[in-house]
């Protein structure tokens, strides 16, 4: 009778889920959605859009992103999730990518989360994850990045990881893990990045893992490992790091010292001998150690435990069956609708690190694979691409942009708009930056023109702008990411309405001004020229927040191009800032659009802000600067020190440049000749 009752729920769970019920149920992904989202935020104070009247698919669910009407990617990284993970994750099926790293989750990680069959990537790193490495995520058979890092997972790496025959990252550092290094690992013919260090694993290094053919990092540092470590490591020079493993040894590598016969591990020992082995049982010893078992209780147990897999599997599979008959007009129906937007080529690697292939899809930062020597116009699905020298110059991966902001740590927050975020970040060669981080709901549908003006923005070079270091679109994410110069001695507004008095306050001398103002009209100069390697371009949002100053006050222009990555809806939503702080040209409430000239309406306005020391004013000091009161228009904190005839040439250029008539106004290269000659 308990068998049969077992079959009979067996059967009606898998018509559940094969969607039979939906009409009496509801929407099943909202229902998951909303289970999700109250063990991921049990007091409500970050998921407040997530409502059981929302759409997940008309974005307005905070992170939620969909393809063909079904959710394909959850994006909550960094959001203050104090949470765990709900097993009702496992009902949005047609999971691509999940992001849930750096907040403050807890809990274990649910087996359920082994059904998400279509994810390709998972991201759980930087949260306070607890427990062991579930063995049901060897089922994720389209997973190609698994973060599990920063956490505080034990129990031993599970074997069946090595089934992920597409993973190309796999990230478990700096987590309580013990036990050998599955040797299995080494059948994962795709992985490119494998680190397990900062965890308490023991035993020798599996040769296997030195014959991964695309390997390129491996990192096993702060571990107990001992033994020989396989020389055919030597290859990945300094992508395989081993430090603090003082029981390792080997030839050819700087820091281990020659091995002894002692060193030597019993071929027909496990694996796992070595520092804290001792009263090691056979269920700490992974499936990789090759433990024989040859007693009769061994045996006896593996029996038991194999008759009661196959009683299980029998079960199911009848249970299969049955659902499979009611389910099948269903599938086919669905699958008709999705059709092959999600199909994947065999030979994928990772959404960050994969070699010339993509995946189809209708947006551009979906589609972008960043990669070695990526190249768009490789499958001809475009008509712009970058050179292969282009391609190389500014690629960056995800990881990279990840561990360089400490995965978009709000602690490295630079300042936030209505379209994108900038962090703070420090490259592995030490190197500080800045990186924009763009959601793909603002960027240009059209991927042509997305990637037409990606191209742009890797045209400009000039003293006066702030360089473009590189980028990076995740498929996954949904997000695109800029790479720029730090510019660390902050904004021009910065200086700007700020009284003498104050003692963080450092006056701007008369000569820094002028020199700033010929620095602003070089780079803006330089935008509007038309040159061999690039065409002429109009900023338009040229305001004192996007001059950053170095440490040398040389001024920086931030921003140029930007609006050619946008869309047009998100460009225009830009306007409001700038006209109620007076940049905005007055002609463009009636053509509607910009031109070089509305550029030099808005230098003009910066002109008399330096002049002022005012950025906060009603209207443009026009009357004051025609009446010819020097005096009375210079700042007051540099007390009389400029030069009058400087500032009368400044304030004429001003005046020319903030006419009400564009044609009035004079091109930024004459402004650049009358302020060398004259300043």
């Not at 390997?215 to 020989?228: A, E, K, Q, Y």
């Not at 090759?290 to 029996?303: F, G, R």
């Not at 994108?420 to 030490?430: E, N, P, Q, S, V």
């Not at 695109?480 to 006056?507: A, H, M, P, R, W």
Request: proline share 4%; glycine share 8%.
């Amino acid at each position: 009778m308990g068998l049969h009752c077992l079959l009979l729920l067996l059967v009606f769970l898998s018509i559940a889920s094969s969607g039979v019920f939906v009409g009496v149920l509801g929407s099943p992904e909202l229902r998951a959605l909303m289970e999700v989202k109250a063990a991921l935020d049990p007091k409500g104070r970050v998921l407040a859009s997530w409502t059981e009247n929302g759409d997940p698919c008309a974005d307005e669910f905070e992170g939620v992103a969909c393809k063909e009407g079904k959710v394909a990617n959850i994006s909550l990284q960094g959001k203050g999730l104090s949470g765990s993970i709900s097993p009702s994750v496992a009902q949005l099926k047609c999971l691509s990518g999940l992001y849930l790293h750096y907040n403050d989750l807890s809990g274990e990680i649910p087996k359920e989360i082994s059904n998400l069959t279509e994810l390709t990537d998972l991201y759980l790193n930087v949260n306070n994850l607890s427990g062991s490495i579930p063995e049901e995520i060897g089922n994720m058979a389209s997973l190609q990045v698994l973060q599990l890092c920063y956490n505080q997972l034990t129990g031993s790496i599970p074997t069946q990881l090595g089934t992920l025959k597409k993973l190309a990252v796999l990230a478990l550092q700096s987590n309580h893990l013990s036990g050998a290094i599955p040797a299995s690992l080494g059948d994962l013919t795709q992985l490119m990045r494998l680190d397990l260090s900062f965890n308490h694993l023991f035993g020798s290094i599996p040769v296997k893992l030195a014959q991964i053919p695309q390997l390129i990092v491996l990192d096993l540092r702060n571990n107990t490992l001992s033994g020989s470590v396989p020389s055919e490591l030597k290859k990945l020079n300094e992508g395989f790091q081993y430090g603090n493993n003082t029981n390792l040894c080997g030839v050819g590598f700087s820091s281990l010292r020659v091995c002894t016969s002692a060193d030597i591990l019993n071929p027909n020992r496990p694996e796992p001998f070595g520092p804290g082995a001792n009263g090691l049982t056979r269920q700490d010893i992974p499936q990789s150690a090759n433990v024989d078992c040859n007693n009769a209780h061994c045996s006896k147990s593996s029996k038991s435990s194999a008759a009661a897999i196959v009683g299980v599997i029998a079960a199911v599979a009848i249970a299969g069956v049955v659902s499979g008959l009611l389910a099948f007009t269903w599938y086919r129906r669905r699958k008709q609708k999705i059709g092959s937007a999600l199909e994947i080529s065999d030979s994928r690697l990772s959404t960050d690190h994969s070699k010339d292939i993509y995946r189809r899809s209708a947006s551009p930062l979906i589609s972008l694979e960043y990669s070695n020597g990526w190249d768009p116009l490789a499958d001809g699905r475009s008509g712009v691409g970058f050179s292969q020298e282009v391609s190389q110059s500014f690629r960056f991966n995800l990881e990279e942009v990840e561990c360089a902001t400490q995965y978009f740590s709000d602690v490295n927050l630079l300042g936030k708009s209505n379209f994108a975020a900038t962090y703070k970040g420090i490259l592995r060669d030490g190197t500080v930056v800045a990186v924009k981080t763009i959601n793909k709901t603002s960027c240009r549908t059209e991927e042509s023109e997305f990637l037409k003006g990606l191209k742009i923005l890797t045209m400009l070079r000039h003293e006066n702008l702030v360089g473009l270091r590189g980028f990076c679109c995740s498929r996954g994410r949904g997000e695109c990411f800029l790479v720029y110069d730090f510019i660390g001695n902050g904004s021009l507004s910065q200086y700007l309405d700020t009284k003498g008095d104050d003692e963080n306050y450092k006056v701007l001398e008369w000569p820094t001004r002028v020199s700033i103002i010929k620095g602003i009209a070089k780079g803006i100069e330089y935008l509007h020229c038309n040159r061999s390697n690039k065409p002429s371009l109009v900023h338009q949002s040229i305001s004192a927040e996007k001059v950053l100053i170095d440490h040398h006050f040389k001024p920086l222009l931030s921003g140029s191009g930007l609006h050619k990555l946008l869309a047009d809806d998100v460009v225009f939503s830009t306007l409001k800032a700038s006209a109620a702080m007076g940049y905005l040209a007055p002609e463009y409430t009636t053509i509607g659009r910009f031109t070089e000239k509305s550029d030099v309406y808005s230098f003009g306005v910066i002109i008399f802000q330096i002049l002022t020391g005012k950025t906060k004013t009603p209207h443009l000091p026009r009357l004051e600067a025609e009446s010819g009161k020097l005096d009375d228009l210079i700042d007051e904190n540099i007390k009389g020190n400029f030069s009058k005839s400087e500032a009368a040439k400044l304030v004429s250029i001003a005046l020319l440049c903030t006419s009400e008539i564009p044609e009035q106004r004079p091109t930024m290269e004459a402004v650049l000749q009358e302020l060398n000659n004259s300043c």
